[in-house]
């Protein structure tokens, strides 16, 4: 079955934050098959809509400078952390595509049937990778089994693939791809960039990690760690994406991805002309946006600003909800975001696939009355402004973060509301994959990050106990609660295919969720992308990366 309407399933990284930011009114992208991309557009200067054909590439060579707060740590799918950044984006194209309206539709794969727990994949015969190695089914059988490997330690691309049961090559361009148990989310998945497919000679040169190679619209030129990513448009690129205005070979000759991993430098290198465009947060976007001299693109995200405990560490259940009661989440939307955010309740945001906003009734709301009357109730009384018991203060609390804004800001803006409340914490903010280190060892008793979905079934790689770094070093469940009802709901939720029945069943794990008292949405973040004007095509996947091929400049 081909272009079938299916319940929108997807993984976002539960411990890192994409290459996304945020806003207050929304502008939404819809790109048809036939090239038409319809923008409406809200902000200070008023809602205005465009209608437009993809651009012409421009008759002189360009190159274009991105500006990006998130450096991937690897450039190989299999290890990079972040699934939805604008690396995997460029370099490697996937086997299927999340179109605009939530179906899927072809990618490197041409066609497929889905017959009970296997789908098979009628492969592109055109496509080359960057070094000429021609891609073919057993390219991506290896690419599969390589994830799975113990060996090979991977990242996000291990939670995404799910139960992976192996593959089948049938022909050089048809293979069959199994799941143990049935997999709901296995089409939809497959979509994610960490499921890429790589080079097979690259991955046996052991090279992919520094020098990656793929099938995407961009070839590798150099990566200067910290400082910025270069990129060739890559000529022999052809597509079949639904969603992509442009098939062919990027506009641009050449894109950098220029690193900046504080807000207010990567403004002013927007005002200067630095990069030629950027996604913003916080109150240096709305700064920008007001002063109307840039383009500018808002849209709505996946993502939500993700505050969790560690219950390993903070063990008493009214102690968490206490800490939960602590913090405003208005406050931080003002504060933390510049108001491009709405406060948020449910672990599953308001897009997704079996969101149930009703949950907001039982999570805790700031409140600093029922913190008190919480932690007296735990024993403990409030001495000289902190919680103490026995004439014990309470521990000084550890929060990781990643060492990029807005994190670092408002990392102190959790800090402060917490100490308001009688807790002290001590703000550890490093690089990304120091912080997943971090939270995986479980050197943490609070943790500020950011995740999405586009379908409830990613609750079971965030929060189910099998994905407790103790029991899989590579978990996401840095919670370490461990449920068994919560997880008997995600694993009937992955297993279940009706989609009336899986609304219930995941309205259902969020409940549980909120009852642990262990992870905490603390708001739903809009993205604003600036740019420079002369800047044209510009649009988003659906995960939220910038579609770097579709650039043009003036």
């Not at 939670?159 to 593959?167: D, E, R, T």
């Not at 793929?214 to 150099?222: A, D, H, S, W």
């Not at 597509?239 to 991993?261: C, F, H, Q, S, W």
Request: proline share 5%.
């Amino acid at each position: 079955m081909r272009h079938a309407r299916l319940p929108v399933i997807w993984l976002t990284v539960a411990l890192v934050a994409a290459a996304c930011s945020g806003g207050e009114t929304t502008e939404t992208t819809e790109t048809t098959q036939a090239g038409e991309v319809t923008t409406t557009a809200g902000g200070g200067g008023g809602e205005t809509t465009t209608t437009t054909e993809a651009p012409e590439p421009s008759a002189e060579a360009f190159s274009l400078v991105v500006g990006v707060g998130r450096e991937a740590p690897s450039l190989d799918p299999a290890l990079n952390p972040i699934c939805c950044g604008y690396e995997n984006a460029a370099l490697y194209d996937t086997l299927v595509a999340l179109l605009p309206d939530g179906t899927i539709g072809p990618s490197l794969a041409e066609s497929w049937t889905i017959d009970g727990a296997s789908i098979t994949f009628e492969l592109r015969q055109d496509v080359s990778f960057h070094d000429g190695t021609p891609f073919n089914a057993e390219a991506v059988k290896a690419y599969l089994d390589r994830v799975v490997d113990p060996a090979t330690n991977a990242a996000n691309a291990l939670n995404v693939l799910g139960p992976y049961a192996g593959s089948e090559v049938v022909d050089d361009f048809t293979i069959t791809i199994s799941w143990d148990p049935v997999y709901a989310p296995a089409l939809v998945n497959l979509a994610n960039t960490s499921l890429g497919i790589p080079s097979p000679t690259a991955t046996a040169a052991g090279t992919l990690e520094d020098h990656p190679v793929g099938t995407g619209p961009f070839e590798f030129v150099e990566w200067v760690r910290g400082d910025h990513l270069t990129l060739r448009r890559y000529d022999g690129y052809t597509t079949i994406r639904d969603d992509m205005a442009n098939k062919g070979p990027a506009y641009a000759e050449e894109v950098t991805l220029r690193y900046v991993d504080n807000a207010t430098t990567l403004a002013n290198l927007l005002e200067t002309g630095g990069v030629d465009i950027a996604g913003l947060e916080g109150p240096d976007a709305i700064r920008l946006e007001a002063a109307g001299e840039l383009g500018t693109f808002r849209y709505p995200t996946i993502f939500l600003r993700w505050f969790a405990i560690n219950t390993a560490n903070i063990t008493d259940i009214r102690v968490r909800e206490a800490i939960a009661s602590s913090i405003d989440r208005a406050g931080m939307v003002a504060a933390g975001a510049g108001g491009l955010a709405t406060p948020h309740y449910s672990t599953v945001n308001s897009l997704a696939f079996g969101y149930d906003g009703s949950v907001e009734d039982v999570v805790p709301h700031y409140d600093l009355d029922a913190v008190t009357g919480l932690m007296e109730e735990a024993g403990y009384e409030l001495i000289d402004g902190r919680w103490s018991q026995d004439g014990t203060p309470f521990p000084t609390m550890v929060l990781v973060t990643f060492s990029v804004d807005p994190y670092r800001q408002e990392a102190v803006l959790v800090q402060d509301y917490l100490r308001q409340a009688g807790f002290e914490v001590e703000i550890r903010a490093v690089e990304v994959a120091a912080a997943i280190s971090e939270v995986r060892a479980g050197n943490h008793d609070l943790y500020l990050a950011r995740y999405g979905m586009f379908d409830a079934g990613t609750l079971r790689n965030l929060f189910h106990s099998e994905n407790t770094p103790t029991v899989n070093p590579t978990g996401n469940n840095i919670t370490f609660y461990d449920d068994p009802v919560l997880d008997a709901l995600l694993e009937e939720g992955g297993q279940e295919t009706d989609p009336a029945r899986r609304i219930e069943i995941y309205s259902e794990a969020q409940r549980q969720l909120a009852s642990a008292m262990s992870t905490f949405a603390l708001y739903e973040a809009q993205a604003l992308l600036l740019f420079q004007p002369g800047v044209d095509g510009v649009a988003i996947h659906q995960d939220g990366a910038l579609k770097l091929s579709e650039l043009t400049k003036g």
